[in-house]
């Protein structure tokens, strides 16, 4: 895993803070500003942090239960404990907050209905590094070339197989678009974490896709 | 040849720049390793080939038609379920008013005197051309900029390759227009940044009030489709007017 040194010069910080967007004209107007949705009900809150990303939080919920009924539910129930925690929600990223959310619905939801299918993390790290294979010759072949002619059934397989944790992070950046800052909100883990599980995703994905040609 | 195992710092990184999560310093280190470590190259082949397999191939499950209703429905019941005191809904309202009357007034103002829209994302180029880096994603990829903005604004912006043209994407970055956080893409020429912001042009802004240069610095102002859109550049006039009609014309979105 990527030390901590790395990533302090390696990731940038988002200029998106007060410092970045204080100008004269506008610190005339920013001394009252706390939560621009302080003011709102509970409803209004979550109709504007939480129903914006309903589609995202239904993907991600069909990537993790792998059906559309189950996906439902979880989103639903997901729905809803983000509804009693909407106060909680002190501004940021709303997206991630709420996939944080819909990801420990369905790991909880998982864990009732599918204990079998659930392995930690350190089950699948334990296995990964005992089967690890460095040396894999293969460097440049035309790869790429190979992986295009993949059909979207054979993707949606090899994607579906995934450990849950590498699937889990290589839908979010990969499919959500979400940056590895969000995806380190929505599940968990520090950003060294994200990084290596991507790239530990995709190869898997690459060498199943390879392997199904 | 061995590959280097997913473990190795550089992979990592290999896989971090093609995200556009790298600043310029460590992108231009590992750009420089894939130009002489082929493994790396290669790494850099297989993940662009995937994300494009997935962007272009694999469809996206569509909500089911009536899970938002009934959301809004079960969310709703919650709400009847527990009333609150009516003094709080009296402090919000209290609160509400203060907000519009209060933070508001200055951005709703705005909308209706483009010059101060103006003035403000002058300054915001003015002082990204002074921060060590004028954008928060360094990416001259279209598919990696716009989805960036994704969860950081409502709406992403429109983002276009305009390369061959001579005006590279730089990256963009999120500027703040009184309240509400605004999309900045940042394109070069030769060696002039052009900041472009988009600001949903809730207000009806009018072209014409629009002022032509502030401090030096040129605007060109537009509306498309509800979207006001300002480029501001030390650019010449006529070569802003330019880009600001390629941009309109070109048809490359993602």
Redo the contacts between chains.
Sequence with gaps: ???VG?MS????Q???GPT??E????R???S??QD?M??????AR?RSIV??Y??EA??LA?WLTGN?TD??DV??DA??RA??AIREFAGG????WLLSIVRNTAYSWLRKNRPTTVLTVEDIEAVELAN?K???????TP???L??K???GQ??AA?AALPTPFRETLVL????????R?IAEATDVPIGTV??R???A??R??AT?KEDR | ???????D?S???V??YL?????P??ALGITQQMDTV??LA?EA??????????RE?????E??PG??A???T???G??RERP?PSWR?LA??I?????VT??????IAGSQQPT?VA??LV??HI?ALM?P?PV???SSDRHTVK??F???I?NSPRVVDLARENFPLIGG????L??T?VSTLVYRHAKHLISLTAVPAEGGFKLDRSPRSINGYNVVHWVENGVSYWAISDLEAKELEDFARLFRTSQTEL
Aim: glycine share 6%; aromatic share 4%.
């Design positions: 895993m990527i030390g790395v010069v390696t990731y940038m988002a200029r998106t970045k967007s100008s004269a004209t506008m005339l107007v920013a009252g500003a621009p302080s003011g709102l009900d509970d409803n979550f129903m914006p309903i589609d239904y993907r069909h559309r996906a439902e989103v639903q729905s809803l509804f009693r990223n709303a997206r991630a690890a460095p040396g894999d010759p293969t460097g440049e790869e790429a070339a992986i295009a993949v059909d979207a993707l949606r994607i950046r990969d499919i959500e678009g979400l940056d590895y969000e990084m290596s991507l790239a530990r995709r190869r994905l690459i896709l | 040849m061995t590959r280097p195992t997913s473990d710092s992979v990592l990184l896989h971090a995200d556009g999560e790298l600043d310093a460590n082929p493994a290669a082949e297989r993940i662009k080939a995937l994300q494009q397999l997935i191939r694999l469809p996206r499950e909500t089911p899970l938002r009934r959301i809004e079960s969310v709703g919650l709400r609150r809904a919000a309202s609160a509400l008013t203060a907000m209060g933070t508001s007034t200055w951005f101060m003035d403000s300054s915001d002082r921060a880096e928060d994603v360094v989805p960036w994704n969860g950081r409502p970055r999120v500027d703040v009184g309240q956080p």
